[in-house]
Antibody, heavy 126, light 107 residues
Framework: QVQLQESGPGLVKPSQTLSLTCAVSGASISRGSYFWSWIRQPAGKGLEWIGRISTSGNTNYNPSLKSRVTLSLDTSKNQISLKLSSVTAADTAIYHC??????????????????WGQGTMVTVSS | DIQMTQSPSSLSAAVGDRVTITCRASQSIDNYLNWYQQKSRKAPKLLIYGASTLLSGVPSRFSGSGSGTDFTLTISSLQPEDFATYYCQQSYTAPLYTFGQGTKVEI
């Protein structure tokens, strides 16, 4: 069973860089046809996809956050890292990591998040 | 970006009720639609992919339908463990994914 666990500081000051890690067990982050995504959830609001990284290190980012986001793999620890720079109060949210898997359909394939971490709360405040 | 709009935002129901949640896309997404269940403070759980295919292990009381812009998630007979928030998510413009705002199912 694949399990994901997010961790990092719960409080970040405005203008600083938010750094989180996602520890993965039950799967290798550098093998298979998967992506590893970060998704956030501001209090009382919906889910927002931040970006993803492939098992070979290729990245895709949400255009709304692209200038501030960096994802990376640490294969020695089987962890995925998220860095979000120049944070403001609008970045306060629960941050989840999730595995992005392709499922076959009658026509084509669909990308779906089949395993998620519980999430870690990050508050941006001075 | 494709906007996903769910309705209602919340609903009250009793055990045994039939519950239907609607998700509308701002443009056609064919059947590139997933449904997730999230219980309080827990990791979201994938229920349905491709608009209507149940993930293995998901109870058969859950079903999904729709194509194009309009989709529904139906719980045929609500069970106590089904009280949760449900989200739709489009993968038509992968990897730029977007989610609905969620529907909270309460007692």
């Amino acid at each position: 069973q694949v399990q994901l666990q997010e961790s990092g500081p719960g409080l970040v000051k405005p203008s600083q860089t938010l750094s989180l890690t996602c520890a993965v067990s039950g799967a290798s982050i550098s093998r298979g046809s998967y992506f590893w995504s970060w998704i956030r959830q501001p209090a009382g609001k919906g889910l927002e996809w931040i970006g993803r990284i492939s098992t070979s290190g290729n990245t895709n980012y949400n255009p709304s956050l692209k200038s501030r986001v960096t994802l990376s793999l640490d294969t020695s620890k089987n962890q995925i890292s998220l860095k979000l720079s120049s944070v403001t109060a609008a970045d306060t949210a629960i941050y989840h990591c999730a595995r992005d898997t392709s499922f076959p359909m009658l026509r084509g394939v669909i990308s779906s998040f089949d395993f998620w971490g519980q999430g870690t709360m990050v508050t941006v405040s001075s | 970006d494709i906007q996903m709009t769910q309705s209602p935002s919340s609903l009250s129901a009793a055990v045994g009720d039939r519950v239907t949640i609607t998700c509308r896309a701002s443009q056609s997404i064919d059947n590139y639609l997933n449904w997730y269940q999230q219980k309080s403070r827990k990791a979201p759980k994938l229920l349905i992919y491709g608009a209507s295919t149940l993930l293995s292990g998901v109870p058969s009381r859950f079903s999904g339908s729709g194509s194009g812009t309009d989709f529904t998630l139906t719980i045929s007979s609500l069970q106590p463990e089904d009280f949760a928030t449900y989200y739709c998510q489009q993968s038509y413009t992968a990897p730029l994914y977007t989610f609905g705002q969620g529907t909270k199912v309460e007692i």
